[in-house]
Nanobody, 125 residues
């Protein structure tokens, strides 16, 4: 198991930027793919971005492509989500999740067995 803690959320105006961080502890971090998901009030938890265990492969939801960038620093056991040109519809709780690198990076929740508690991102118009 790996334990995950998100940070970096907050309140920002539309067009602004935030950088989220997901810090991991526990088992060897480089054995895990990591994904970011988000959940708005009364909506399902949706895929945002994912990165492979070595940082060589990434995937993005169409809604964030070109605005968000996922990266990782395995030495620091941390994955980042740089969010630029934020929109009010990006408002949600953002969760990071880790899944075994034995499988390709995925866009679905079952692919990830370990989840953080989430960090709130609010974008005002």
């Amino acid at each position: 198991q790996v334990q995950l803690v998100e940070s970096g959320g907050g309140l920002v105006q539309a067009g602004g930027s935030l950088r989220l961080a997901c810090a991991a502890s526990g088992r060897t971090f480089s054995n895990y793919n990591v994904g970011w998901f988000r959940q708005a009030p009364e909506k399902e938890r949706d895929f945002v971005a994912a990165i492979g265990n070595r940082g060589l492969n990434t995937a993005y939801a169409d809604s964030v492509k070109g605005r968000f960038t996922i990266s990782r620093d395995n030495a620091k056991r941390t994955v980042y989500l740089q969010m630029n040109s934020l929109k009010p519809e990006d408002t949600a709780i953002y969760y990071c999740a880790a899944g075994s690198a034995s499988y390709p990076i995925g866009r679905t929740l079952p692919r990830y067995a370990n989840w953080g508690q989430g960090t709130q991102v609010t974008v005002s118009s």
